[in-house]
């Protein structure tokens, strides 16, 4: 196995990673289906100054070095057996926040000791004990909360309740301090509810790809930032691999992107210290992208900059 600091792109750690990990866990976080990003190329704008970067966003009082998010991904010692521990502490050493899944293989309150980010948390709406877990997520200091709605998985399948209605969303918020965002929206209806019932926050997602024949999360972003209009931060995740994937969907209007799986690649090859090189990575090259683009910063990022490309049906 090379140094991690011999690997010089994000998707080189998920070779490491298949070789590292057994056939079954590997495949958890294998492939992604990538068609959707390929159908979208750039437009860069020329002779604009892009020295003085920026990429910092700030979300819910919190100053975010970068949009890259480490996204939720459950039972991470199924990759590592320090899990969310060692996620944690590269996620800190790269000052990228992390999003802890209510399954988490470590407890919240002992992820939460570790954390020197801001540390966000996500349960789905329809698991078993997910009003505890909220409750010992805020008390842990969590400074926002994701819940996800659709369908959550039992052994890798969708759970007996594959919906969640608002009632059960307003009876898990009761009484919690965090800001709340609705992760797994994919229409502007949805986005538009969500806003009107009082979310701070939206995740376009379709949380893993449980949802068969759907459009990605990246083909409907724009529709609904459109549709939120700007009265709360829109965030995106779904298949994010590459620097390239991150920069289109901030020019599509997304404040921030969740990054689950090339985290788990770093997490399975070298620990902490691939996680802290994974996001390292990404975040350098997308500032690299965006200084090509002739965006210093995300404000500059705009939909000109890049085209959608139509699908080609065979």
Same mark, same amino acid.
């Given at each position: 196995?090379?140094?991690?600091?011999?690997?010089?792109?994000?998707?080189?750690?998920?070779?490491? +990673?298949?070789?590292?990990?057994?056939?079954? #866990?590997?495949?958890?976080? +294998?492939?992604?289906?990538?068609?959707?990003?390929?159908?979208?190329?750039? &437009?860069?704008?020329?002779?604009?100054?892009?020295?003085?970067?920026?990429?910092?966003?700030?979300?819910?009082?919190?100053?975010?070095?970068?949009?890259?998010?480490?996204?939720?991904?459950?039972?991470?010692?199924?990759?590592?057996?320090?899990?969310?521990?060692?996620?944690?502490?590269?996620?800190? +050493?790269?000052?990228?926040?992390?999003?802890?899944?209510?399954?988490?293989?470590?407890?919240?309150?002992?992820?939460?000791? =570790?954390? !020197?980010?801001?540390?966000?948390?996500?349960?789905?709406?329809?698991?078993?004990?997910?009003?505890?877990?909220?409750? =010992?997520?805020?008390?842990?200091?969590?400074?926002? $909360?994701?819940?996800? $709605?659709?369908?959550?998985?039992?052994?890798?399948?969708?759970?007996?309740?594959? &919906?969640?209605?608002?009632?059960?969303?307003?009876?898990?918020?009761?009484?919690?301090?965090?800001?709340?965002?609705?992760?797994?929206?994919?229409?502007? =209806?949805?986005?538009?509810? #969500?806003?009107?019932?009082?979310?701070?926050?939206?995740?376009?997602?379709?949380?893993?790809?449980? +949802?068969?024949?759907?459009?990605?999360? $990246?083909?409907?972003?724009?529709?609904?930032?459109?549709?939120?209009?700007?009265?709360?931060?829109?965030? %995106?995740?779904?298949?994010? &691999?590459?620097?390239?994937?991150?920069? !289109?969907?901030?020019?599509?209007?997304?404040?921030? %992107?969740?990054?689950?799986?090339?985290?788990?690649?770093?997490?399975?090859?070298?620990?902490?210290?691939?996680?802290?090189?994974?996001?390292?990575?990404? =975040?350098?090259?997308?500032? &690299?992208?965006?200084? #090509?683009?002739?965006?210093?910063?995300?404000?500059?990022?705009?939909?000109?900059?890049? !085209?959608?490309?139509?699908?080609?049906?065979?």
């Amino acid at each position: 196995m090379p140094p991690s600091g011999e690997l010089v792109n994000a998707l080189e750690f998920e070779e490491v +990673a298949r070789l590292t990990l057994p056939a079954a #866990a590997y495949s958890t976080i +294998a492939g992604g289906d990538r068609a959707a990003f390929e159908r979208i190329t750039f &437009r860069p704008r020329m002779m604009v100054p892009a020295l003085d970067m920026d990429l910092s966003v700030e979300l819910f009082g919190d100053t975010h070095f970068t949009p890259i998010l480490v996204g939720p991904v459950a039972d991470q010692k199924r990759y590592h057996t320090d899990g969310e521990l060692a996620t944690v502490r590269g996620a800190t +050493a790269a000052k990228a926040a992390m999003i802890v899944s209510s399954r988490s293989s470590v407890p919240i309150a002992d992820v939460a000791a =570790q954390a !020197k980010t801001p540390l966000w948390f996500a349960a789905y709406v329809d698991e078993e004990g997910a009003e505890a877990r909220l409750q =010992q997520a805020a008390a842990a200091g969590c400074t926002a $909360i994701c819940l996800t $709605i659709g369908a959550s998985l039992e052994n890798g399948r969708p759970a007996a309740n594959p &919906r969640a209605d608002w009632k059960a969303i307003d009876r898990l918020r009761r009484n919690l301090a965090p800001p709340i965002l609705i992760k797994g929206l994919m229409t502007t =209806q949805d986005a538009k509810a #969500a806003v009107e019932r009082g979310a701070h926050g939206i995740v376009v997602s379709n949380h893993g790809g449980v +949802a068969s024949n759907t459009l990605a999360p $990246i083909e409907v972003l724009p529709s609904i930032v459109d549709a939120v209009g700007g009265r709360v931060p829109v965030l %995106v995740d779904g298949s994010f &691999r590459r620097n390239s994937d991150i920069v !289109k969907a901030l020019a599509f209007g997304a404040q921030a %992107v969740l990054v689950a799986r090339p985290v788990m690649w770093g997490l399975a090859a070298y620990g902490a210290e691939g996680v802290q090189a994974v996001i390292e990575i990404l =975040q350098s090259d997308v500032a &690299r992208n965006m200084g #090509a683009l002739g965006a210093p910063t995300l404000k500059a990022l705009t939909r000109s900059m890049v !085209k959608v490309h139509q699908r080609q049906y065979p």
